[in-house]
């Protein structure tokens, strides 16, 4: 799998997991009628949206842990919620999965790579 099919797989995943955590709590099957609180887990996905949509290495390094919190409730909530929300748990984790796989296709295809926007040290610090 090339660098940039990886990307766009691991992108449209996250943005997939983003989605579904939103439309899972308020619309699909929330908690409680009208919505709940447990929206609020899609918080944590917004952080490193920004550094995978410009493809940093770095972000998809931690995200790919992050990533499992999702793969867990997915589990979990797929083997205990009934209906239309176990349904809902095991797309979490079918994205997940994706997500993860994505995003070691992806480092493993831009190892050794330079990153995309490198930052220059202040005043040269910190060369030799």
Same mark, same amino acid.
């Given at each position: 799998?090339? #660098?940039? %099919? #990886?990307?766009?797989?691991?992108?449209?995943?996250?943005? $997939?997991l983003? %989605?579904?955590?939103?439309?899972?709590?308020?619309?699909?099957?929330?908690?409680? !009628?009208?919505? @709940?609180?447990?929206?609020?887990?899609?918080?944590? %996905?917004?952080?490193?949206? &920004?550094?995978?949509? =410009?493809?940093?290495?770095?972000? +998809?390094?931690? @995200?790919?842990?992050?990533?499992?919190?999702? &793969?867990?409730?997915?589990?979990?909530?797929?083997? *205990?919620? /009934?209906? /239309? *929300?176990?349904? %809902? #748990?095991?797309?979490?984790?079918?994205? $997940?999965?994706? +997500? +993860?796989? @994505?995003?070691?296709?992806?480092? =493993? #295809?831009?190892r050794?790579?330079?990153?995309? @926007?490198?930052? !220059? *040290?202040?005043? $040269?610090?910190?060369e030799?």
């Amino acid at each position: 799998m090339n #660098a940039r %099919l #990886a990307w766009l797989a691991a992108c449209a995943a996250w943005i $997939g997991l983003i %989605l579904l955590g939103l439309a899972w709590e308020l619309y699909l099957a929330p908690l409680r !009628p009208g919505g @709940s609180w447990l929206v609020l887990k899609v918080v944590p %996905l917004l952080l490193p949206l &920004m550094g995978l949509l =410009r493809g940093r290495r770095y972000t +998809f390094k931690w @995200s790919s842990l992050l990533v499992w919190a999702c &793969m867990v409730e997915g589990a979990l909530r797929a083997a *205990s919620d /009934p209906g /239309p *929300s176990a349904r %809902l #748990a095991i797309l979490e984790l079918a994205l $997940g999965t994706a +997500f +993860f796989l @994505s995003a070691v296709a992806y480092l =493993r #295809a831009t190892r050794g790579a330079p990153s995309p @926007s490198p930052r !220059p *040290s202040p005043r $040269g610090e910190g060369e030799l």
